[in-house]
């Protein structure tokens, strides 16, 4: 049968003898009795099979088992004291790390705005980021492989088992025109009036891309083109090969040469995006979920109830 871990108590007993050469001043110095602190020397010699001090008319002193353990002995208080620091930073922020997962678009403001708020208030946590799609990110935080994703999950999608989703905003679409289009110039565009546009999209299905609520609402685009890059959906709408909706997050890394323009109040998709966490979340999740927040409400003040 295997041995039964020793305590900590027992080393900790065993240093403060070794360091005093007393076992009344050890009991002193671990405000415990002379009697308890004789017990634990006495369990730990037991345990380690050998007598670790020699008694003598004053005091005691190490034997050779007690010197041979003596390092030992010190390593596990170390090491012990090194983890109940890292404890403490987690609790306090000052180390520790946290794994954050986000989709595209929201890396274009909202996750680095946070972030860098995040750094400069505790510098001494390690960040790191992946960027993917949002059925990726909350699969990651199940596992328990990221702390905190930023994602767009379906508007009646229950989070996964053991994850909480909690919500930031609703992000409103722009339309993406080139320079010369005739609506460039306009505050704000119908979708009506763009029915009869070739319409840029990233995936066939128009239910699983940005257009999802307005088909819900009974829009159907006309569309050709696929693309499912940024640059190339982009590129062909400056090119003049068609238009395509782009977050409100990411517009303002839309390049020059592409107008955008509002949508209709009464036409405007709406994408929900979420913090998603597990359901106890750790301190340092917690903390850049606020952060998140008071972001998202500088981007899009109010976001929409």
């Known amino acids: ?32 009795t002379q009697s308890a602190v004789s017990r634990q020397v006495q369990a730990l010699e037991e345990e380690m099979g050998a007598e670790l001090f020699e008694r003598l008319p004053r005091g005691v002193r190490l034997t050779e ?11 596990v208080r170390d090491r012990l004291a090194a983890a ?32 860098a708020a995040f750094r400069e208030r505790h510098p001494g946590v390690v960040v790191t980021r992946v960027e993917g799609p949002s059925v990726k990110h909350l699969g990651l935080v199940v596992a328990g492989e990221e702390d905190l994703a930023v994602v767009s999950p379906a508007p009646a999608a229950a989070p996964p088992p053991g994850v909480a989703l909690h919500r ?24 009506a009036e763009l029915a009869d546009e070739e319409w840029i999209v990233g995936n066939e299905r128009l239910e699983d891309t940005l257009f999802r609520p307005a088909v819900a609402a009974g829009f159907r685009p006309r569309t050709g083109l696929l693309a499912h890059d940024w640059i190339a ?37 709406y994408r929900r995006i979420c913090a998603a966490t597990p359901t106890t979340p750790t301190v340092a999740a917690t903390a850049f979920l606020g952060l998140l927040r008071e972001t998202a409400e500088e981007l899009i003040p109010s976001g929409r109830s």
């Open 1 to 32: 049968m295997a041995a039964m871990p020793v305590s900590h108590g027992l080393y900790e007993a065993f240093l403060a003898v070794a360091r005093t050469g007393s076992l009344t001043a050890a009991a002193h110095a671990l405000g415990y």
């Open 65 to 75: 088992a007690g010197r041979v353990l003596l390092p030992h002995a010190e390593a």
């Open 84 to 115: 109940r620091a890292e404890l403490a930073s987690l609790r306090t922020l000052d180390g520790g790390l946290l794994r954050l997962g986000a989709f595209s678009s929201a890396t274009a403001s909202l996750v680095p705005r946070a972030q």
């Open 168 to 191: 930031l905003l609703d992000e409103p679409m722009l339309v993406a025109l080139e320079q010369g289009h005739p609506y460039a110039r306009r505050r704000a565009v119908r979708l």
């Open 233 to 269: 959906k982009l590129g062909a709408v400056a090119a003049g090969l068609g238009v395509t909706l782009v977050p409100a997050l990411a517009a303002a890394s839309v390049r020059r040469d592409v107008a955008l323009v509002t949508i209709h109040p009464d036409d405007v998709p």
